[in-house]
């Protein structure tokens, strides 16, 4: 029956306001995804995601900027390599004006892209593989909140982009969050860097929050194992094709 998927909320217990969830996701995530799978919503946590990334992305145009990032992306690319170097040019010049616009445009799509995706195979994970009664309307709304840690990563990045010297910020790897910050991009196997930089202290983050949400939207038919296993199959299928495309060179 639908109402086993939404746990009982405590008749005696006030129902969270928007603030309390945007705090209560950090300081006490299991009371505030019960109260997110009882009353699935998700526009204010998009919107604060998609300003945080927005402010990160303005400041690398307006501090950093595209062309020493672009420059580097596109020389140690293998297929890059095989052209000549007026080809190699007009990639670039290409790049300078399609990058730019486009990285604000990918500021506020990718979130609800990626939560779409994601979440309409954590959702036949759960309900085809667990038989755990679930809706979507949930797992979008878990997959909001849980998002919430990418905000403090994009902070962080960005106090680190002014400490640093300009040419020498990576927006890819912002800082030591994961073991991709510790090896040699240009030198390293493209597979293996692709895997360590996933492996990132943000992403573990969302990933645990995401299990925990979907626990809370599950109720007592889905443990918490099987709603981390929901979230951590399609992501490590991600990450391995990602790694397998960077190392062919069709990705950077």
């Known amino acids: 029956m639908a109402t ?3 746990p009982a909320l405590d008749s005696e217990r006030p129902q969270m306001g928007q603030f309390s969830r945007l705090t209560g996701v950090f300081f006490d995530p299991k009371r505030t995804f019960e109260d997110i799978a009882g009353r699935p919503t998700f526009l204010i946590p998009m919107l604060v995601t998609i300003v945080s990334a927005m402010a990160l992305i303005y400041a690398f145009n307006t501090h950093v900027g595209w062309e020493g990032y672009l420059h580097r992306l596109l020389d140690n690319n293998a297929r890059m390599q095989q052209l000549t170097a007026e080809q190699r040019q007009q990639a670039f010049n290409l790049q ?3 990058v730019p616009i486009g990285s604000y445009a990918s500021a506020i799509l990718a979130p609800a892209f990626i939560w779409l995706i ?4 954590v959702l ?3 309900k085809g593989l667990l038989g755990a009664p679930i809706r979507f309307a949930q797992v979008f709304a878990v997959m909001a909140y849980a998002w919430l840690p990418r905000v403090i990563f994009s902070a962080l990045s960005i106090v680190v982009m002014y400490l640093k010297p300009p040419d020498q910020f990576d927006l890819q790897n912002s800082f030591a969050s994961n073991p991709g910050a510790f090896m040699d991009p240009d030198k ?3 597979f293996l860097y692709t ?7 943000f992403n573990i983050w969302v990933i645990l929050l995401m299990a925990v949400g979907l626990k809370a939207a599950g109720g007592k038919r889905l443990s918490f194992g099987g709603a981390l296993f929901a979230v951590v199959l399609p992501w490590g299928v991600f990450v391995l094709i990602r790694g397998a495309l960077a190392a062919a060179g069709l990705s950077n």
Not at 195 to 201: E, F, K, Q, T, Y
Request: charged share 15%; aromatic share 0%.
């Open 188 to 190: 390293a196997s493209k």
């Open 96 to 98: 300078m004006r399609i």
């Open 118 to 121: 994601l979440g309409g195979i």
């Open 124 to 126: 036949g994970i759960i």
């Open 4 to 6: 086993d998927a939404v």
């Open 195 to 201: 895997l360590a930089s996933s492996l990132d202290i």
